[in-house]
């Protein structure tokens, strides 16, 4: 059964995609290690979601490290390593992203091996997520 927290979806359209444009002020998630970081505008800086605050947080840090560390060694991003785990669910991603050129590597198909899968599973056991994805009424909403 395919669930949501399987997949991540946007309305916005295709033609928001900027091939060339640079915004050094939006950081990847990987790339943010407290939510002060974020620039004001970010929406996750406006209305952050319960993973991504105080303690929740720095506990939900410790898997993107875990995974981080997983993507290194195998020489992908950890955004590809996340997809290529999405995919081995059996779900079909839909990468989406601001820059072109991200979509595009992020689009690149990675397989994973079953050692890699058990090192992930790993992985979320020994860090567990932490918080709500959404909160309140909108996690309601999430699965039903």
Partial sequence: MLTSKYVYHSR?????????????DIKRTSETRRLEDLPETDIRQKHPRPRFVGESFEQNLKLVDAVGEIAKR???????????????????PIPGSTKMERVLMNSKPIALSNEEMAEL????????????????????????
């Fill in 121 to 144: 599973g790993e992985a979320m056991k020994a860090n567990p997520v932490v918080g709500e994805r959404y909160g309140g009424a909108h996690e309601a909403l999430l699965n039903g």
């Fill in 12 to 24: 916005h359209s295709h033609d928001s995609l900027q091939p060339n444009r640079t915004r050094p």
């Fill in 74 to 92: 195998k020489g992908v991003t950890t955004a590809q390593l996340a997809i290529a785990w999405v995919v081995r669910q059996g779900a079909i």
